[in-house]
């Protein structure tokens, strides 16, 4: 326990000691004070963990933050991820594949492969692409897991990109939301914004990731010279993003097919009846340009002052009456080790219980039973149809790409290995 936060703490446990010994009589008076300063003490603990992250890490200045290696990025990363934002966090990088649906050169492609824009392979595109973009961000840059995931991500899209289905713009374009949408999320809806050290570590991981997918930055002012750190990549690449979207972010009724389908996925555990009420959410959530290039209404003057209302009390109440999560409680939405034939399972199911192991817990606890009540599936139900066997990293993807792209996976490894060694990715 650091000095602030004994000073702040030992008077109020010498308080709670004297209720606890006294009668009702004599400890009224001491629950007006513990009550006002109970706020303080969770405001206190909750800033805890940021001073330890500037203590833990030695990057106090912009200097030191242009030396910030890979390594130390996934970490302070993977605490805001797991432990500080964990919902809002994980929520902002499926909105950023949700914004994506607004450019019309992206949208086109999903509807033509049908892999989000029909309700049969939708989920299971959604539960794929999230899988792999949480092995990312939840496993050590150098680490197997970590190498594997690029790979297989980068021999899905190596088709469409050696084609010219997929445009480079729109590649990058995409790695800018999965930057660019956690930051901007929690610094508008969480209890506190982003020190430069939390908003570099995520600019300095991303930066490394797009180079393991073999992104070019030669769109951005300094693609060809190289970039300072994190921070500036992060500016530059904003800069650019929001120009892109300026130019490219249109109307276009393939948008909105893509988006309906993904937002069947957000609404998927909520009851029918409130189904409008989520589309409204969903709607409220976007900025007017992408809520015009879908083609979505814009939500009720109610449902507006609601939900803001809501997340402004979701945000205080984080602030000063919830402590801090502690480490065994965690988010980790997939299995840590794999099992005896080397697969891994995911944790959590918003939608279809794809890859999710049909324990005990997953079939009959609170979770399954109210996925039950609303009629969908629960983990190990109808046979192999969501693989309640788990999932091979190198095998994720659509069906008619599982056991291909072998060769392809290795070369891309073994090359990935040469450069991302968990060291500055700017020098």
Not at 54 to 71: C, E, F, L, Q, S
Not at 95 to 120: H, N, V
Not at 336 to 350: H, S
Not at 356 to 369: C, H, L, Q, S, Y
């Amino acid at each position: 326990m650091d000095n602030n936060t004994f000073l702040v703490v030992q008077p109020v446990t010498n308080i709670a000691r004297a209720i606890l010994d006294s009668s009702p009589r004599q400890w009224i008076p001491y629950a007006l004070p513990l009550l006002l300063g109970y706020p303080l003490i969770a405001r206190v603990l909750r800033y805890r963990r940021l001073r330890q992250l500037h203590r833990d890490y030695p990057y106090k200045t912009r200097a030191d933050m242009a030396k910030m290696t890979d390594d130390h990025a996934f970490q302070i990363q993977k605490t805001v991820a797991q432990l500080e934002f964990p919902f809002i966090f994980i929520k902002s990088l499926q909105f950023a594949l949700f914004r994506t649906y607004g450019i019309p050169t992206i949208s086109r492609l999903l509807t033509k492969t049908s892999q989000f824009s029909d309700p049969e392979t939708s989920l299971k595109r959604y539960t794929d692409t999230s899988a792999l973009v949480q092995e990312m961000v939840g496993n050590n840059p150098t680490s197997q897991r970590a190498y594997i995931s690029l790979a297989r991500t980068r021999f899905l899209h190596s088709g469409y990109r050696a084609s010219g289905k997929i445009l480079e713009d729109d590649m990058l374009y995409t790695l800018a939301l999965f930057a660019l949408e956690p930051i901007r999320f929690i610094n508008t809806y969480e209890w506190r914004t982003l020190s430069d050290l939390e908003r570099c570590a995520i600019g300095t991981f991303w930066k490394s990731a797009g180079d393991a997918l073999d992104i070019s930055y030669s769109a951005l002012p300094s693609g060809a010279t190289g970039f300072q750190d994190g921070l500036q990549w992060l500016e530059e690449i904003s800069a650019w993003s929001a120009a892109y979207e300026e130019r490219s972010m249109v109307p276009d009724q393939k948008n909105r097919e893509t988006a309906d389908q993904t937002t069947a996925v957000i609404v998927y555990m909520l009851p029918k009846i409130l189904h409008p009420v989520g589309l409204q959410f969903v709607s409220f959530m976007m900025d007017d340009r992408l809520r015009k290039a879908m083609l979505y209404d814009a939500p009720t003057p109610f449902f507006s002052a609601l939900f803001s209302s809501a997340l402004t009390i979701r945000k205080l109440a984080l602030r000063y009456l919830i402590l801090p999560r502690p480490y065994f409680l965690r988010y980790a939405s997939f299995t840590e080790e794999p099992d005896q034939n080397g697969r891994f399972y995911l944790t959590k199911w918003e939608a279809a219980p794809y890859y999710v192991k049909p324990t005990f817990w997953n079939r009959w606890g609170p979770e399954a039973w109210l996925t039950w009540a609303l009629g969908h599936p629960v983990p190990g139900d109808q046979g192999d149809k969501y693989y309640p066997s788990g999932y091979d990293i190198q095998d994720v993807g659509p069906k008619y790409f599982e056991g291909k792209g072998r060769k392809q996976l290795d070369e891309a490894m073994a090359e990935m290995k040469e450069f991302r060694t968990g060291k500055c990715p700017f020098h």
